[in-house]
């Protein structure tokens, strides 16, 4: 039986770092929408939704899923397994891809290889978000995969509110590169191409002020060439920033 994926990016506007940072423009356009534009080219994605939360001031973000003819779910604020399992259970997907929206640059054909890699083994989790388990990927351009079963049992189980909050903990400790010690789940990865591989220094998130301002700068240079860029591209801009620094 096929099994529908569910992208869910998590958005709100009250960012402790950098408050509104979803809403903030790069070259022209809301972050999220940069965002939206790029997993929209994500051929094995059944659904993807806008998960944030029932404040106010994430109106905005709720507009913007409606201008972007993407699904829209709010719920708690800091509760993200809760927000998470809700919006899954709502649009009854089977496989949940998980994006922070400060990562404004994910890379397409690597969504659909860890797409692929999740949906052709048993594994409870798989992820390429990050370099872990010696896959020797760069932080920010791929996802994390979960099957619903393992987020329900967490929903319905895990108290600790740090693992309510960043649902990753359930599944792998990225810090520590390893699993929690009382994990009951599977967990798998994939090789980062090595096109791709060892850019650890590149920095894709937005989690500053100084960040903001590098990556609207990248995009505004990049978007020029082609809408559609990709991270050998991005590459490309980073080892010409350094030259011009040198």
């Known amino acids: 039986m096929s099994q529908k994926v569910v992208l869910i990016?998590?958005?709100?506007?009250?960012?402790?770092?950098?408050?509104?940072?979803?809403?903030?423009?790069?070259a022209?356009?809301?972050?999220?929408?940069?965002?939206?534009?790029?997993?929209?080219?994500?051929?094995?994605?059944?659904?993807?939704?806008?998960a944030t939360t029932d404040l106010l001031e994430d109106d905005a973000l709720a507009e913007l899923a409606n201008d972007y003819s993407v699904s829209c779910f709010r719920g708690s604020s800091n509760?993200?397994?809760d927000r998470y399992y809700k919006a899954a259970k709502l649009?009854?997907?089977?496989?949940?891809?998980?994006?922070?929206?400060?990562?404004?640059?994910?890379?397409?054909?690597?969504?659909?290889?860890?797409?692929?890699?999740?949906?052709?083994?048993?594994?409870?989790?798989?992820?390429?978000?990050?370099n872990f388990m010696s896959n020797g990927y760069p932080d920010g351009i791929g996802v994390e995969a979960f099957t619903f079963a393992s987020l329900e049992e967490i929903w319905k189980e895990e108290g600790d509110l740090k693992k309510r909050e960043h649902i990753a903990l359930n599944y792998y400790d990225y810090i520590n590169d390893k699993q929690p010690s009382n994990s009951k789940f599977s967990v798998g990865t994939i090789p980062c191409p090595k096109k791709y591989a060892h850019y650890e220094s590149i920095k894709l998130d937005v989690d500053t002020e100084d960040d903001y301002q590098m990556i609207n700068k990248m995009y505004k240079s990049l978007?020029?060439?082609?809408?559609?860029?990709?991270?050998?591209?991005?590459?490309?801009?980073?080892?010409?920033?350094?030259?011009?620094e040198n």
């Open 9 to 26: 990016i998590q958005a709100r506007m009250g960012s402790i770092r950098l408050p509104g940072k979803s809403m903030m423009e790069l």
């Open 28 to 50: 022209g356009v809301p972050l999220v929408g940069r965002i939206l534009e790029r997993v929209k080219r994500v051929k094995k994605i059944d659904e993807i939704i806008l």
């Open 79 to 81: 509760d993200l397994v």
């Open 91 to 130: 649009y009854q997907a089977d496989v949940i891809l998980r994006l922070p929206a400060d990562n404004v640059c994910p890379e397409p054909s690597e969504y659909d290889r860890l797409i692929k890699f999740h949906l052709s083994n048993t594994k409870d989790f798989s992820s390429n978000i990050c």
């Open 223 to 244: 978007i020029k060439k082609s809408p559609k860029f990709t991270f050998s591209d991005v590459i490309n801009w980073f080892d010409s920033q350094q030259s011009k």
